[in-house]
Structure formats: C-alpha cells, structure tokens
C-alpha cells in the first residue's frame, strides 16, 4: 500500500468519528432542549408553585396529618378562653430561691424575641411553679446552644436553616429530655429542610405553633368572651357611634400591602376585584401611601367600609395580625382570604370569607350590598358585645410548668417537617388560571424565600 492511501484511509477514518461524534452530541442537544421546554411548558400549564413541588415530593394531602395525640389538655379555642388551669393561674408572692430550676434551651430564636441577657420573656420570668411540699421550682432559660446537653428542654425555632453546622451542636437527644418544635411563619416561610433528616426523626415531643393541633398553641389572635359583656347602655352607644361612622363613610375598601406577589397571590386577586368595585391599594405594592400606621388607621376607620385582610399564604390555621388589627379597632368590616377555617377562629360573623363566594363577582355583590345597607352592615359588629379578641400569647410558662407535670409522653412526631410542610398550604383556586402572570416569577420567588 501507498503511503498516499494509508494516509487517505485514516483521513476518511477521522473524517467518519468527527462526524458520529457530532451527530451523537447534535442528538443529545436536541433531547435535552426539547425534555427541558416541556418540562417549563408543564410548570407554566399547571400554575406551578413550590407548594406543588413540596406536595408531589411529599405525596399531597388534603388535610394536614395528625401529630401524636396530646398528653395533656389543649386549650379550647372555640369562642372561649383557654382553660384556666392550663394558664397564668399561679399566685407567686415573691418565691424562695428555686433549687431545681429546668433548663429550657432557645435554640436560634431570632433577637426580636429578647431572651438574651434578661430573666426571659413576659410569661416565664414570674413563671414560678409551687412543687410538691411548698418547694418552688422554676424555669431558667437560655439562647446558648454550648449548654444543649445540659437543657431539659429545646425548643427548636424552624426558619430557614438548612445544614448541620448551622445548628451550633451536635442534636443528639439526651435521655429524658424534651425537644419541641417552635415556628410563627407560615410553613412556606419557615421551612427548615434540616428537621427533614433521619437525626431529627422520632425525637419531637411536642410542637409549638399558631396551628390549632400543636400541643402548645400561640395563634396571632385569640378570640375570648368580653368579660363582663358589654351593657345595654353601652351596646347602645356604640351602635350609635357605628351609625355615624357609617354615615360618613365615602369609600369601599382599601388594603395595605408590603410583600408583592406573594404565594397567595392575593395581587391578582385584588386587581379582579377592582373590576366589580373600588379597592384602595397602599403599600409598597401599590400607587397609594399614608403617613404612618396611626395615621393609616384612623384614615382607614374614617373612610373605608371594608379592609381585605388577605394573608400571604394559604395555609391551614394560617390568620395572622392583619386581622387582629383590624377587628380590635371594630370600625371596618375585614374581608379575609386565607387556608384557615374562619368560622371557627374568628368571632361569629366578624369577617366577610372570600372563600365562601363562588366567584369574585359574588362576593365584590355581596360586598356592595353590605355597603348600601346599614343595618346590615351594623350586624357584622354585634359580636363586639359579647367577644373581644386578643393578641398572642407564647405559652412559655405553660410549657415550663408542663415539664415539671408527671404526665410523660411516649408519643414522638415520626417526622415534624412533614407534620408541618405535608399537605398544610394551599394551592391559589379562587382566581382563573390565565390571570396568574409572572408563575415563573412567583416559582423563583418562592424559591428564594425557601433557601435564602
Ligand atoms: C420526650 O421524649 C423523651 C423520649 O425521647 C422522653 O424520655 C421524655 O419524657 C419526653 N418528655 C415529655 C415531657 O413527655
């Protein structure tokens, strides 16, 4: 053979690679490109959010799965106070030095809630427990996770930590001791993936949330009798002062926002209803701005009929201080949106619920028909005389006095991260499918919030 051909042959071979090569690496492109396009297209079709993400991961639920049975009663939240017994009943006329004080760990509670460097927050630093044979016993506490292995109890703040080394210890579970899961935000906003792993699994005793299932309940509001309930007399002045404010009422309903876009999408859901009736946005997310919040709700109880109390996320048991806010000051009407059960948490006919109107022309009708009628406008105030609502209430001391009961629990949450994340928000249905713009935005958003 020639050198020429040699030469020839092992061009046409390297020709014949170089072009296999490229048509294998043109296949995959292509393959990839079109699964990603499809992939975006289905999350785009489907409204997708993370919540969905978190319920396929997790398999949806409908209602939130049950943690263990409590061992001890729960306070009672239908329109009554929650049993004396479980709250500041204790008469403690300036108690003997303590002996065995119970070490209650704080771990990665924000500052806001000052536990550092004073005898602790409101409800624990008179939290003194008469013990058996007169001896008084108490509660210390403290924010330094070098003391975990000593604590009796930790109580776990869940928002946003996601490894190990953020935790400043080793979670070990010490024989005997109690770990309580703490979290305020809703789960989209106080996700902490950490409590998802193995280490964290069978360990929590309890839970301390607004969610009305937690062995320890804060909601953002609670709803009580008004003791002594409101005389004639006073009933009477107030429905005169209600008739007057009415009178003198120009606008329909305003609504203060600051987080845009949130997961509720209550954005698209406010532009909706402006389309039936007037809705004053304020905030950073809208053209209006008042002065500063005193002057906003005098602004607000002067002028507006209706307050739309939407919350960010919609997730069960999920009211937050929006409409505390605005049901303590007992002049506007709150129209709320949210995954809580209302009817069960807030006074009776107190509130307007979006989700009991089968569309937003329903309930912007319903909305102007309240406004036209006083007497029926007046009606959503009447539980005012016998219910007030009050702001929320950490059962710190509940929860030190709890440590010292002989009751004990054997009951341990399988997985508290599901027990908070399974199934418990919910995806937006009350707005068209179409209207919901920028999902890709929203999906982005979500994220960040979750891993920031
Ligand atoms: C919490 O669980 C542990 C077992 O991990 C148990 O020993 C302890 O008594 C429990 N605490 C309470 C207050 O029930």
């Given amino acids: 053979m020639a050198v020429v051909e040699v030469v020839v042959l092992v061009a046409a071979a390297v020709v014949v690679v170089v072009v296999v090569v490229a048509v294998a690496v043109v296949v995959v492109v292509v393959v990839v490109v079109v699964v990603l396009v499809v992939v975006v297209v289905v999350l785009l079709r489907s409204n997708f959010t993370l919540l969905h993400l978190h319920s396929i991961l997790l398999k949806k ?103 190990m080394n953020d935790l400043g210890f080793d979670p070990v579970k010490r024989p005997g001791s109690t770990w309580t899961f703490f979290a305020v935000e809703s789960p989209i906003h106080s996700l902490n993936t950490l409590f998802n792993d193995a280490a964290f699994h069978n360990k929590f005793n309890s839970t301390m949330t607004y969610r009305t299932d937690s062995e320890f309940w804060h909601g953002y509001f609670r709803t009580q009798r008004r003791k002594p309930p409101a005389s004639p007399e006073e009933s009477r002045a107030e429905e005169i002062e209600l008739r007057r404010v009415f009178r003198k009422k120009s606008k329909m309903a305003a609504v203060f926002v600051s987080n845009c876009g949130a997961p509720s999408r209550r954005d698209v859901y406010v532009r909706e209803l402006q389309k039936h009736i007037p809705v004053d946005v304020y905030g950073n997310c809208g053209p209006l701005r008042c002065q500063d919040r005193k002057a906003c709700d005098e602004m607000l109880n002067k002028d507006y009929k209706f307050y739309l109390a939407f919350e960010n996320s919609l997730c069960y048991d999920y009211i937050t201080e929006k409409l505390l806010k605005i049901l303590s000051a007992r002049r506007v009407v709150p129209v709320v949106r949210g995954g809580a059960d209302y009817s069960r948490l807030a006074p009776k006919n107190s509130v307007v619920d979006t989700s009991k109107f089968s569309s937003i022309a329903h309930l912007a009708a319903h909305l102007k028909e309240l406004a036209a009628d006083e007497e029926k406008w007046i009606q959503m105030f009447q539980w005012s005389s016998s219910w007030e609502v009050k702001g929320p209430d950490l059962p710190f001391c509940e929860y030190c006095q709890h440590l010292y009961s002989a009751q004990r629990s054997s009951n341990l949450y399988s997985n508290v991260y599901q027990w908070w994340s399974k199934g418990t928000c919910y995806p937006v249905k009350d707005v068209p499918r179409s209207l919901i713009q920028g999902r890709l935005l929203s999906f982005v958003d979500n994220i960040r919030s979750l891993w920031a």
């Fill in 61 to 163: 639920h409908q209602t939130p799965p049950r943690g263990p049975a409590a061992p001890f009663p729960l306070p009672a939240l239908l329109h009554s106070p929650p049993p004396r017994s479980l709250r500041y009943q204790l008469t403690v006329p300036s108690p003997p030095k303590p002996t065995d004080a119970k070490l209650i760990l704080f771990s990665d509670f924000p500052d806001y809630y000052e536990l550092e460097g004073r005898q602790g927050p409101k409800g624990l630093a008179h939290c003194t427990i008469p013990g058996p044979k007169g001896q008084q016993t108490r509660c210390e506490l403290t924010v330094d996770n070098r003391r975990f292995q000593q604590a009796d109890a930790v109580l776990f703040y869940s928002h946003g930590k996601h490894h």
